[in-house]
């Protein structure tokens, strides 16, 4: 149990376009998903905390117009990126939880930008 | 939000017990330590978490000080599939965040 999924596994995109990526709890019900980034041979960041129905609640130094989030069920969280650039390249990982429960994680989304 | 600290990397013979330390001397009182492990291009996978009390499941051990301000994970015979990052993580009560530190990368020999 507890599985989530993340769709694409990897994109490719042109400088200036949007991405968006989508974060899937499959068999349990996530009243909370977050959002995270990583780079080459550094740890996770934290991007944002993502509550259903609700605005999301972002990290500072994390610009909330350029990463859109937007939890719209219990099962599904969608990152969009905004007119990416190079430097938006990199791997990005979401995770489910439930209150008082451990969070899950997705198996990643790499994303780049030429 | 409290911080961990880990060796940046360490390794072991294969068959053989792994005890990776963590460090967590600002942790308070409600805060749960969580150990997720990284392999390469995929996302955390769940290992072990506790409060106060030492905790053992299929993949691991978790052994908590009596003080908190440190704990260690367990693995009773290292194989080649547990070559990962392990992260030590402390998650914020109120919020659930996870901060991630910079883990420990765990080499095993063959």
């Known amino acids: 149990g507890a599985v989530v999924s993340q769709h694409p596994s990897w994109v490719i995109c042109k400088s200036g376009t949007s991405v968006k990526i989508e974060c899937r709890s499959l068999?349990?019900?996530?009243?909370?998903m977050f959002w995270y980034r990583q780079f080459p041979k550094q740890s996770l960041m934290l991007m944002a905390t993502?509550?259903?129905?609700?605005?999301?609640?972002?990290e500072q130094g994390v610009e909330k117009d350029k990463f859109l989030i937007n939890h719209a069920s219990l099962t599904l969280s969608t990152l969009t990126v905004t007119s990416a650039h190079p430097e938006d390249s990199s791997f990005y990982i979401c995770?489910?939880?439930?209150?008082?429960?451990?969070?899950?994680f997705g198996p990643g989304t790499r994303l780049t930008v030429t | 939000d409290a911080k961990t600290t880990q060796p940046n990397s360490m390794e072991s013979n294969e068959e053989e017990p792994v005890h990776l330390p963590c460090n967590h001397s600002?942790?308070?009182?409600?805060?749960?330590i969580h150990w997720y492990r990284q392999l390469p291009s995929q996302g955390p996978e769940y290992v072990i978490h506790?409060?106060?009390s030492n905790v053992n499941n299929r993949m691991a051990s978790l052994a908590i000080a009596e003080d908190r301000k440190s704990s260690t994970l367990i693995l009773h015979r290292a194989t080649l599939r547990d070559a990962a990052v392990y992260y030590c993580?402390?998650?914020?009560?109120?919020?659930?965040?996870?901060?991630f530190g910079t883990g420990t990368r765990l080499k095993v020999l063959a």
């Open positions: 993502s509550n259903e129905g609700s605005k999301a609640t972002y």
């Open positions: 600002t942790i308070s009182g409600t805060d749960y």
């Open positions: 506790g409060l106060t």
């Open positions: 993580i402390l998650r914020d009560p109120g919020t659930y965040k996870y901060i």
């Open positions: 995770s489910a939880g439930r209150q008082g429960y451990e969070q899950y």
């Open positions: 068999d349990f019900q996530a009243t909370t």
